[in-house]
């Protein structure tokens, strides 16, 4: 007899279960919904980091008036994350030089354009930019390339296929030129075979010979410009007599051309049409005859243009195709340095920029260019010349207070004029001038000098004597050579002999000896934290906390006005051999305030300081940039 089996009870709905299994649907869909959203931003972020949606759009030929304005051709070594100050610019800064040029109005123009232009007399947008980007580094791929999308331009990648077999994950391979081409918004160039160094001699006069670009770079410091790029010159010895034939130097040059020819094709199928011969800057192809003969066979075989020259923007249809010039903005460049190094070789309108137009209606600009950007005030000198501006606000001003960081380059004038009249014929002059702290007073349009000191003795800085700094350089040079030494044996020879050199007494200044003072390049950058106080017929100054030793007596007394000025100081020494004839004076956080000695008595007239909720912001962003960057360094 079977079990009678138990009917399953009947579904009940008990008060309020209806709404709440209502509310638990609601809310899964809504979770669905979510998730569903969120794996969308995140396919988009995927899709974003690791393929490129957009697409190059070349300028219209119906831009292209009848007039020949040529074109400029701007050229960078390299892009990091935060920029550096010797050679790599950092990707923000890169993007305000850029977006500058696209705003007003240049476009990108391709290699196809250039030949175009001087072979079938094809004409160019009026303000065209051939855009390049040198020595094949990764990372400059990587944060140049939305900046490229964004603005809708076209950049010619420079490389060394010596470095496709190296296979050095700094530079980029051949897989990522040809991934690169495929985005539309890069063509590919060449800077040559290799980079490296013949004929090297120290600023001691020191023989190094031959450097590839590691050792060149450890012995840097101590370098002067007595150096070749290895097709530039014979190989010589140290009493510069070559030490190979005219037969071996062509055959040398021309086994790096065909090595080039040969690694390209197999590589990437062609040969780059724009070549840049480093170091040139010569109106030749090279420092003599027979080596500018060897390199300009190769060149026109090979290439059909070539990039010559360096310092100089502009390109007419009257240059030749191989003997073209480019301009290469420095990472500390501001993008008004940008602009007045194009606007006078190009003889363009262009328009200055201001940054913080409510700050900046503070200043009346008397020559030059000034920006206000990041609590900064960047004054820009005319080429060969100078800049200054006044301050409105609290014009007439007579005892006062001047907090200020000095951010430019070492080499030029950075200037705070206090007391002036306004065309500067009275005046109390503080300036930072070629790493010296120079007061002046004019009166009358006469100018005396009040104090002049160097910065490394007002700070007290140890200075080295000359054959102390002649023994460095050669302990570097022995342990350079030992870092890359082809054997242990050769390795240890060289550091014994390092040693040896550094364990060498040599006379100090404090012995009597010269002390070394240094050429002052003008790539070289220095920051220092300025305060002035200005009371009745006394000034007194600190620099980086260390105070003059007494009180400076100035004879003007009248209330006048703050000016800030800058001044290009000439030719500065530059081991690159980079023309520069503009300069930046960058005053950080500048702030004027009278009244008491006692600072929080003190009435401020003028800060370009954040404060409140915008200074809370720009610190929160200064300490991630920090943490991202001490990740990065890792």
Known sequence: MKEKQTPPPLAVNLPGEENFTKKKNRHKRIRVVAELLLLAIMAVIIINLFFT??????????????????????????????????????????????????????????????????????????????????????????????????????????????????????????????????????????NGYRLEYINVFDRYNNYLGELDPLRFNMVRPYLGRKYNHYLMDYIRDADGVPMESERHMKDRVAYDYMRLRDIYEEELGYIPMTHVLMHANTGKFGNNAPI???????????????????????????????????????????????????????????EFVTGDRDNRRAWDLREGALELRDESLLVTTLPEGRAYARLQEGSELRDLNIDTYVDGNAFGAQQIYLRSTPDLSQSICVSLVNNVLLVQETQQGSTRELYREKIPVILGETIPSVPEDRRDAMVRENEAFARYAPSPVSAEEYLGRAEEIRNTPVESVEDGAEPYEGEQSFHRRSSHHLVIHLRDNALTIMLDDVALPQDIPVQVSERGSIFLGASWQGEAWSQRNLADDVYDAVFRKFQVTVGADDAAHQRVVYTSEYTGWEKAVHRAEKIWLKLVEWFIKL
């Open 53 to 190: 949606l957009k697409t190059y759009v070349p300028y219209a030929s119906a831009d292209a008036d009848g007039e020949d304005h040529g074109f400029i051709a701007i050229s960078y070594f390299g892009v990091d994350r935060m920029g550096d100050t010797s050679t790599l610019i950092g990707k923000d800064q890169l993007r305000r030089h850029l977006a500058e040029l696209h705003r007003q109005g240049y476009v990108t123009i391709s290699q196809r354009d250039i030949l175009d232009y001087y072979q079938q007399g094809k004409n160019l947008p009026p303000r065209a930019l051939y855009l390049m980007f040198e020595d094949g580094r990764r990372d400059t791929a990587i944060f140049a390339q939305e900046i490229m999308e964004d603005l809708n331009f076209k950049a010619t990648m420079m490389t060394y296929p010596e470095k496709f077999a190296l296979n050095d994950p700094k530079f980029l391979m051949p897989r990522d030129l040809r991934e690169m081409e495929d985005s539309s918004f890069w063509e590919m160039g060449t």
């Open 292 to 350: 500018s003969a060897a390199n300009e066979r190769w060149i026109r075989e090979l290439f059909p243009m070539n990039f010559n020259r360096e310092g100089f923007v502009l390109n007419r249809r009257d240059s030749s195709l191989y003997d073209l010039t480019r301009m290469q903005p420095q990472p500390y460049w501001a993008i008004n340095h940008l602009l007045m190094r194009i606007k006078y070789d190009t003889n363009e309108d262009l």
